[in-house]
């Protein structure tokens, strides 16, 4: 690929794969590369914890089935150690797996549910530029009433960190409005360097985790840790809100469908045909049927029930309210 500094740079992908539901979904990650870019030149990795004293059962993926699929698909299983994450914060994985990763090699992680729907390769990343995904929610902070605002909170972590929050700020969103401060979701983001933005990464997670500033007090730090932490990251990296072209990741080339209920009700066309035709093959159908939720929205079809219960062009305001007509319908599933 060739990036926006006009360097031609290959790089890894890492995804997070362990027991259950993420094994199903890192083989469909793994599948649905193949299909849509299949002359990626770097390597993808699926990190896999192993068995330690923060993880009560083992959690490595033991179908030698799925393991088989995986490598067929030309991806790479690395193991990792965690060491301050583990079961208590699964999203922890995110940021100690970039340590197993080969140091000074750039690297673009995706949470693992996530489909490929086109070439990765050709996105023009600015390795020294990060960014992460901004399709989110105004998830945290929560606001409570007679307590710290956005701007209190924001500047506060960005001061525990030495951080000038004012080239952050977008000076077109009004005061106190969650969009004017740089919030991510962490379901992708990318650097030149995985051991310096896991470091990175993990410093401030833990800093904020273990001493956080006063003006969070009030502030819940589960499951939203990671995302907290992420802006910081980016920013002391020389990141920004968006340093790639908009429409790309979270557009042609991935979707981030969190789960399948809702690829269904709210996707476009092309996302629900590459889901579908990726996971036809009888050999990647006979393994992905074992994970229920798979096997009866994709293979037996009921995806297209919940499909048909939204209009895409009208689609309620908040993820919350697609959920739940989801649910009423009983056809919801994870």
């Not at 539901?21 to 914890?49: H, K, N, T, V």
């Not at 833990?206 to 007090?217: F, G, Q, T, Y």
């Not at 229920?292 to 499909?307: A, D, S, T, Y």
Request: hydrophobic share 40%; proline share 8%.
């Amino acid at each position: 690929m060739v990036d926006q500094s006009g360097r031609k740079r290959a790089f890894n992908i890492l995804i997070v794969g362990q027991s259950g539901r993420l094994a199903y979904e890192a083989a469909l990650f793994a599948a649905s590369m193949r299909q849509s870019d299949p002359e990626f030149s770097g390597r993808l990795y699926i990190a896999e914890p192993q068995p330690g004293p923060l993880w009560p059962n083992d959690p490595t993926i033991r179908d030698e089935g799925l393991r088989s699929l995986v490598e067929e698909l030309g991806g790479n299983f690395l193991p990792f150690e965690s060491r301050h994450f583990g079961a208590a914060y699964p999203y922890g994985n995110k940021i100690e797996a970039l340590f197993a990763l080969p140091e000074n090699e750039p690297f673009v992680f995706f949470d693992t549910d996530t489909l490929v729907t086109g070439e990765i390769s050709k996105v023009p990343f600015d390795f020294d530029r990060p960014c992460a995904s901004l399709r989110r929610e105004g998830t945290w902070p929560q606001i409570e009433l007679y307590g710290p605002g956005y701007g209190e909170i924001w500047g506060a972590l960005y001061t525990k960190f030495g951080l000038d929050i004012d080239p952050t700020i977008d000076e077109g969103q009004p005061e106190e409005y969650w969009q004017r401060y740089m919030y991510f979701n962490a379901g992708w983001f990318f650097y030149r360097c995985p051991r310096i933005f896991g470091q990175r990464f993990l410093d401030y997670a833990l800093a904020i985790r273990d001493d956080p500033p006063a003006e969070l007090v009030c502030q819940e730090l589960t499951p939203w840790l990671d995302q907290i932490a992420l802006p910081m990251v980016i920013h002391s990296l020389g990141g920004a809100r968006q340093t790639i072209p908009a429409g790309l990741l979270d557009g042609s080339v991935t979707c981030h469908y969190r789960v399948f209920p809702l690829l269904y009700a709210r996707e476009d066309d092309r996302v629900v045909e590459v889901l579908e035709a990726v996971t036809a093959p009888n050999r990647i159908k006979k393994v992905l049927k074992e994970y229920e939720p798979l096997k009866k929205m994709v293979i037996q079809r009921k995806g297209h029930k919940v499909r048909a219960l939204f209009d895409r062009d009208h689609l309620p305001r908040r993820e919350q309210m697609i959920r739940n007509k989801i649910k009423r319908e009983n056809l919801w599933m994870r």
